[in-house]
């Protein structure tokens, strides 16, 4: 993988999950703008409607606001529910061209919309985090595809328990053996690094949002972590 240079004509796309919030968003942006020279963009994902109308939601945002303006292909940053979205755009095949993709994935977070579920039910999980939270639960964005980034596929996997995951009953041991590999959660993945952050800091941590950048700088990361 060769290096790729960062320009102001190269956007930088961040898809945050059902857990970030508008001051979320504002993190990421600001700290991106301040430490790179990518043209950075955090679409408000309307979650709460469900991961296919939010793909669909995406696609109207990226044809107006990137594909319009711009040649260059796009790196994307993909928590969660947002590398579940990239990845319906994916399955549609209605995706601009992708440089270079990094996704954080959390195996524990990743219980929680089941573990909502069973503790509240579907009404009440649906109120409280959307159609998504749902959509989640059920598991079927586990099939989808994940697309092409010749550039690289970059992993980072959350190690930390969130405060909603601790309180919900989940920790490290819920995960089985296998929900840790990474070529489980990301077939084909280029470079992994290992994070200690909880959810509950993964849009605001200087060191994981600066790993991150070196990856779309570097296609790799600077220390790894078995």
């Given at each position: 993988?060769?290096?790729?240079?960062?320009?102001?004509?190269?956007p930088?796309?961040?898809?945050?999950?059902?857990?970030?919030?508008?001051?979320?968003?504002?993190?990421?942006?600001?700290?991106?703008?301040?430490?790179?020279?990518?043209?950075?963009?955090v679409?408000?994902?309307?979650?709460r409607?469900?991961l296919?109308?939010?793909?669909?939601?995406?696609?109207?945002?990226?044809?107006?606001?990137?594909?319009?303006?711009?040649?260059?292909?796009?790196?994307?940053?993909?928590?969660?529910?947002?590398?579940?979205?990239?990845?319906?755009?994916?399955?549609?095949?209605?995706?601009?061209?992708?440089a270079?993709?990094?996704?954080?994935?959390?195996?524990?977070?990743?219980?929680v919309?089941?573990?909502?579920?069973?503790?509240?039910?579907?009404?009440?999980?649906?109120?409280?985090?959307?159609?998504?939270?749902?959509?989640?639960?059920?598991?079927?964005?586990?099939?989808l595809?994940?697309?092409?980034?010749?550039?690289?596929?970059?992993?980072?996997?959350e190690e930390?328990?969130s405060?909603?995951?601790?309180?919900?009953?989940?920790?490290?041991?819920?995960?089985?053996?296998?929900?840790?590999?990474?070529?489980?959660?990301l077939p084909?993945?280029?470079?992994?690094?290992?994070?200690?952050?909880s959810?509950?800091?993964?849009?605001?941590?200087?060191?994981?949002?600066?790993?991150?950048?070196?990856?779309?700088?570097?296609?790799?990361?600077?220390?790894?972590r078995?």
């Open positions: 993988m060769g290096s790729s240079a960062p320009s102001r004509s190269q930088l796309v961040v898809l945050v999950g059902i857990t970030a919030t508008r001051r979320s968003r504002r993190s990421i942006a600001r700290f991106f703008d301040l430490n790179s020279s990518y043209r950075i963009l679409p408000p994902l309307p979650l409607r469900g296919r109308s939010s793909a669909q939601w995406l696609e109207h945002y990226l044809t107006e606001t990137v594909r319009a303006q711009e040649s260059a292909p796009i790196h994307v940053l993909a928590y969660i529910a947002g590398g579940a979205v990239l990845r319906c755009l994916a399955a549609a095949a209605r995706l601009p061209q992708i270079r993709v990094l996704y954080v994935r959390g195996p524990v977070q990743e219980l919309a089941a573990a909502m579920i069973r503790r509240y039910g579907r009404l009440l999980a649906w109120l409280l985090g959307g159609r998504s939270m749902l959509d989640l639960a059920d598991g079927w964005p586990r099939s595809p994940f697309p092409a980034a010749p550039g690289g596929q970059g992993l980072m996997i930390g328990v405060r909603l995951a601790h309180f919900l009953g989940l920790g490290v041991d819920s995960v089985p053996p296998a929900g840790w590999d990474p070529a489980s959660l084909n993945v280029d470079a992994v690094l290992r994070v200690p952050e959810h509950d800091e993964v849009y605001t941590s200087p060191t994981l949002l600066g790993a991150a950048l070196r990856f779309f700088e570097q296609g790799r990361f600077e220390e790894l078995p």
